[in-house]
Every structure is written in C-alpha cells, then in structure tokens.
C-alpha cells in the first residue's frame, strides 16, 4: 500500500478521473491503472443529491449505481474494468520531474508513494465557503456529498425540520428549495446575494418567471441579501442586511470553486480564474500530466475567453479525449457553451451561451428578441406556452445565447442552438435548421426559425421590441380580440383597438410613441411593420401579455 508504479495514475474517482481511467483501458487492456481519491464512495452522480433529499431517489446509493444496479466502488472498477482504485487516499504532492505523488493513508496516517507514467488531475472543485460562515454541522450543510444528502435527508425523516434557509439561489438552491418545500411541506426560504435567481444562467426577466413558480409553490424569495455569517444554536440564525433568519436548517449552495492548489504547488499552470490550464487535448503546462472536469478552465465559444464550466456532461467528454491523447488518437475538446438545464417544481429553464448581461459586461454589442410559443400545434390539446429569448451579436447576427423557460420540454431548442453557436452560427443559420414535425410535436414553423424571422426584422428592418422587464412608457395599443381582452385584461393598456379594426381607425391614436400589444406577440409585429412605415416610434411589447405576465 506504501509504494505503487502506474502506467496512468488518477487523482480523482469522479466523472473525468474515472471516464479517463475506462476509456484508457480499453486502449490499452494491459496497462497498470491507479486511481486514488481520499473520499470511500466515488463516482457518486452528484447533481442527484437535491432528489436524493426530496425522497424522490430512496437509496442515495442508486448515485452510485450503474444501469445494471451493480455499485460503483472498489470492487466493481477491479473486477469489470481492471482498474485498482484506492479510496480514502489523500494526494498531498506531486512531483512533475520525478513523476511521483506522494500521498497520505487517511485511516491511519501512514505515507504512500506513487510513480507514474502519465498523470491525470481530476481534482473537482469545492463548494464556496462566505466569509464568517461554517459550513459543516448536522444544520448548516453544503449539497456536495452522499454524506451532506444523508444528513438532511435524516433530519427531515425524523421530523426535526420545519424551517429551511437555503443559501444561494442557483442550479442547485432551486433545486433544494423544491425539495425541502414540495416533498417535506417544509417553510423554505431562498436567500440570494444577486438581485435575481439564476445568475448567470437566465437574465432576469427570464428568471422572474422561475421566481413566480417558486412563490407560487410558498417559497419566499430574498433578493440582494447577501449572508454576513451563519450563527448556530438552540436554531440556525441566517444574519442579512435586513436582519437575522432563524431556521432549523440552512443548505448553502453558492457555487463552486476549482481545486487546483495541488497543481499550483507543482508548478502547473493556472489561470485567472483559479483553474488549471489546459490545451483542446487536457494536456497541462507539465509533461505528460493531463488534467479535466471541474478543476480546469474551458475557452468559451462565445467570447473565446476562459470560463469555469462545472458540469458532469463536460467532465466526462473532457476525460475521453485525455486518455484518447494519451495513446496518439487525434481526438480535442474544443470551445464550451455551457448548456444547462434545470427543474424548479412544475416549471423548467435551460440556456446556452450567453445571457445578455454578461454579453454586455464581456464587451459584446448584444440585442435580444423575445417570444412566446406553444410546444406544439397550436391546436393540437393541451399545447403549453414557452417563452424564449435569442441574444445576438449587433450587426453581425453572430449567436450569443438562447435562454428558454417553459412548463414542457426545454432542452431540444437549447441543444439545437447550441450545435449552431457552437460551429460559431448566425442568425440566418437558424432558418436552415430542419425539424421533424406533426401536430402532436412540434409547429410547422419552430420557435427557432420565428426568434430567428424577428432577429433579422430587428436588425434589418428596424422592427424593434419593448422587452418583457421593461416598462412601458409609452402609450399602449392593446390590438387582441374583445374575447382575449376580456379574459385577461391588461392594465398598461391604454386603449383597446382590435387588429381587425386598427386599420379603419388608425386615426385614433395619438400622436408620438406607441406600444402595441398582442397575446403572443406575432401580431404586434405585423402592426409594428405596416404602422411603423407611416410613423416613427412603434415597438410591440415582446412575448405579448402572455410573456409579460409569465402566464405560462
């Protein structure tokens, strides 16, 4: 146990550690595999962990489980992949010259030594410790591990949880307050430092309608609170600028950071952002030593920058194409954009590339188009509304991102795009996609195609939009049938002219701008054409009332 030789050593038993480690030896079915990590339970699917609290995963080891049910420990990468993974095994060192990692046993603290051939860094990243916050109790727990899982879930078995505070409102907060709310009926508030949920993935009009979901499900939703410290007694005090929370137990999730001190001690290179650098082949600034999953910087295909891209879909591609470099197959991992996807109760959002905010911060000219569609044939039953926005690059049309929120399918649109944005597309490129259609599935005419249609009127025509979070300052045309208005009144309206009329009593309106309203959006587009060419300042309010309302 004290010494061991590799032809490939691992430090890590997650998604790239061991994808590296399987793809390896099926190359080379010979070859001395080791993989070491200082946790007992690895490969553990951790974006599982908020359904494993929820009730709706009963065994948190199904995690670990393949899909035959055989357990991913030990004995399962011994005897169906040939690789000797030892657990509980600290890496402490590595010395790039000699080839060697020295390491710790934690069970008894003894020493061990391993040389290598190639290396892989597959080191993961930790959650984000907030100054004056610890982390680490039976009541104020990350959402990292198997263990943190257990802890809460165990807690709310025995009835010990009536009040949560969940600490951060991202991927994994949302998905925590759904769990604590929907399944335990627990009180659940929702604590971001940012004015919005969903930083960074959704800019915030498109967040608000996830906001609505959550409220609507009894979550309180605090905004612009950052978290000066977590105090722990008889209750958990949650201390914001507006004044202490108490609960019985707070989960913080407020991302992640890359562990690269292991590198950095070696002398391998790291980024700005804190991430080990890598080239498209996961091949590190040391010899032979590869690195991939969370603990390395991607490039990003929008801005062609470093980002952080924290996802287990990358991590495993990211492991094959190193082991694949390794024995002299051509494969690389380019540009990342990102896609993600998330679930919060009965309403999901995915995106990829950019928002517009951080376009914007980025240096990018970005503009946005907006829309509501139905998932299907319009009257095809129970179609469902989603709502979209389209980011692009001003006058070039080059993709930037593509947000969706719907309560039915998200991800066929945002993994389409994302093909595109990834090739580096354009708008146009988006009308030559080609869709399988019938009624039940899709409409003739994909959302994709009309955010493309109205991004080119946008940036050739001049059709310009009032976006769904903006104010209306503007006197406002409601042009839906006397039915649509009557069953959902608007109250920005300023008169009620219906489109089948507004031609006859155009004169009617006032002088100066205008905003007209439609309940999708497509026909205040029409208007915007034909009366925006007799006048100046006419602009449709983007997504219609459906969108603005977030009725979905």
């Not at 390491?103 to 959650?127: C, H, I, K, N, W």
């Not at 591990?145 to 879930?153: H, L």
């Not at 951080?358 to 129970?382: K, L, M, N």
């Not at 009617?508 to 026909?523: H, M, Q, V």
């Amino acid at each position: 146990m004290n010494s061991a030789h590799a032809d490939l050593l691992v430090l890590g038993a997650s998604a790239a550690g061991l994808k590296c480690a399987a793809r390896y030896r099926r190359l080379c079915p010979d070859a001395l595999i080791v993989v070491i990590d200082c946790t007992r339970e690895i490969s553990v699917g951790a974006c599982g962990l908020p359904y494993v609290v929820s009730g709706d995963i009963d065994d948190p080891d199904a995690l670990r489980e393949t899909a035959f049910d055989a357990l991913r420990d030990e004995d399962f990468f011994r005897e169906y992949k040939g690789i000797e993974v030892r657990t509980g095994v600290r890496a402490d060192a590595v010395d790039t010259g000699a080839r060697t990692v020295a390491a710790t046993v934690l069970a008894d603290g003894t020493q061990a030594s391993f040389s290598y051939e190639r290396l892989m860094l597959a080191l993961g990243a930790a959650p984000k410790v907030l100054p004056g916050v610890v982390v680490g109790s039976d009541r104020v727990r990350f959402v990292k591990t198997i263990e943190d899982a257990r802890v809460m879930r165990g807690l709310l078995e025995r009835g010990k949880v009536d009040t949560v505070g969940v600490v951060g409102a991202g991927f994994i907060g949302c998905e925590m307050a759904e769990a604590f709310g929907s399944m335990w009926g627990c009180s659940v508030k929702l604590i971001e430092a940012a004015d919005q949920i969903l930083p960074g993935m959704l800019d915030a009009d498109m967040a608000s309608v996830v906001q609505k979901e959550l409220e609507s499900k009894s979550v309180q939703v605090l905004l612009r609170s950052p978290i000066t410290r977590i105090d722990e007694g008889d209750a958990v005090t949650i201390h914001v600028a507006d004044g202490p929370i108490t609960v019985d137990l707070a989960a913080v999730g407020v991302g992640v950071t890359p562990q690269a001190k292991l590198a950095v001690d070696a002398g391998i290179a790291v980024g700005s952002l804190g991430g080990i650098v890598v080239d498209e082949h996961m091949r590190t600034s040391a010899p032979d030593v590869y690195a991939a999953g969370d603990c390395v910087e991607c490039r990003s295909a929008v801005t062609g920058k470093p980002t952080l891209a924290a996802l287990g879909s990358l991590a495993n591609r990211q492991g094959r194409v190193a082991a694949d470099h390794m024995v002299g197959k051509a494969s690389r991992f380019g540009p990342v954009a990102r896609s993600t996807v998330v679930k919060v109760f009965d309403v999901n959002a995915a995106a990829t590339g950019m928002t517009h905010a951080d376009a914007v911060r980025a240096g990018i000219d970005a503009r946005s188009v907006w829309g509501t569609f139905g998932d299907r044939a319009h009257y095809y039953p129970e179609e469902r509304h989603m709502f979209a926005r389209l980011v692009t690059e001003r006058g070039t049309g080059r993709l930037v991102g593509l947000q969706v929120v719907s309560r039915g399918d998200v991800t066929r649109l945002v993994d389409v795009f994302s093909s595109v944005l990834l090739r580096g597309g354009r708008v146009e490129d988006l009308l030559d996609l080609e869709f399988a259609y019938a009624p039940p599935f899709a409409s003739a005419l994909d959302p994709l195609h009309h955010l493309a249609a109205m991004a080119m009127a946008q940036e050739q025509d001049g059709v310009e939009a009032v976006g769904p979070g903006e104010q209306v300052a503007a006197f406002c045309v409601d042009i839906r049938t006397p039915d649509e208005a009557g069953a959902a009144p608007w109250e920005e309206a300023s008169v009620h002219v219906p489109m089948g009329e507004l031609r006859a009593r155009v004169g009617e309106l006032p002088e100066g701008d205008l905003a007209i309203l439609c309940e999708k959006g497509p026909r205040s587009m029409d208007v915007v054409r034909w009366l925006g060419a007799k006048r100046g300042g006419v602009r449709y309010l983007a997504g219609g009332r459906s969108f603005r309302a977030k009725d979905l």
